[in-house]
C-alpha cells in the first residue's frame, strides 16, 4: 500500500484552554472542514486510501490490523 492520502489532525477550540486543542480525529482536509473543525497544518501526514473511512476520517480498524512495515536500512547501506 502506498501512503497516497494526505491527513491532518482536526482541531476545536477549547474556551477553558484558550487554544486548540486535538478532537482525537486524524482526517481529510475536506472532512475536517466539512465539520466545522481547524486544520493542524504541521500535522500534515499520509496513509493509504485504503485506511480513510467513508466520512474521511482514518479507521483506527485499518491501522490496527496492517502489517508492520518492513525494516529500514540506513542510509547509505550497501543493501540499497
Sequence with gaps: MKNDT?????MRFDAVAGKNVWTG?????QAIRRDGYCIDPLSLN????????????VDLEFIRDAPAE?????HGDPML
Design 6 to 10: 494526505a491527513v491532518f489532525a482536526a
Design 70 to 74: 518492513a525494516d529500514v536500512l540506513p
Design 46 to 57: 499520509f496513509c493509504p486510501h485504503q485506511w480513510i473511512d467513508s466520512q474521511g476520517y
Design 25 to 29: 480525529l486524524t482526517g481529510t482536509r
